[in-house]
């Protein structure tokens, strides 16, 4: 299964968005109409997908969740417990993970040209709309939507099922 990320604007701004889409280098934009029952932005919209090779997953990274890490580690110090290793070795495991854990993620490649075609989408029109789901999730509708700027998006990213304008 895959990410598949969207991008949105109001209809009136269809020539600019077109426009700057055209310079995303190595991102494909596979335009689609969106229909009254299909469409999680608000208003009338003119939308398209943001794809690298065919999917989203080379463009799109969820954010650090904060206590998900912990939870995570907890997880893991009880796998490792049932197989028997001792506090020691349980402990600078655990050390390691966390270490990794805490260091800035490497950019992937595609997500580079996704966040400068943001960059120039919300110079160019003042905003857009984002979405991101994982492909056949049945739970994929949007819970929430949200407003971030532009500077916490290109920071943390942007949740996954929330509709978000960028700003």
């Keep these: 299964m895959c990410w598949l990320v969207s991008i949105a604007a109001p209809q009136k701004h269809r020539q600019a968005m077109e426009r700057i889409t055209q310079a995303s280098r190595g991102l494909q934009i596979i335009w689609f109409t969106p229909t ?5 932005f608000p208003g009338t919209t003119c939308c ?5 090779g065919g999917c989203s997953c ?3 990274t969820s954010p650090r969740t904060p206590g998900r890490e912990e939870e ?3 997880r893991e110090r009880d796998r490792l417990q049932k197989k028997g290793w001792s506090a020691a070795k349980i402990d600078r495991a655990l050390h390691n993970k966390s270490d990794s854990a805490t260091r ?7 997500a580079e040209a996704f966040n400068a075609l943001v960059t120039e989408l919300v110079r160019g029109l003042g ?6 789901h994982f492909a056949n ?5 949007p819970a929430a939507a949200t407003v971030i700027s532009l500077q916490q998006f290109l920071e943390l990213g942007f949740p996954a099922n929330t509709v978000v304008t960028v700003r």
């Design 36 to 40: 009254s029952e299909t469409s999680q």
């Design 48 to 52: 398209a997908q943001v794809v690298r």
């Design 58 to 60: 080379d463009i799109y």
């Design 72 to 74: 995570e580690l907890d």
């Design 104 to 110: 800035p993620r490497r950019p992937r490649k595609g």
């Design 127 to 132: 905003s857009v709309y984002l979405h991101a």
């Design 137 to 141: 999730d049945p739970h994929d509708e």
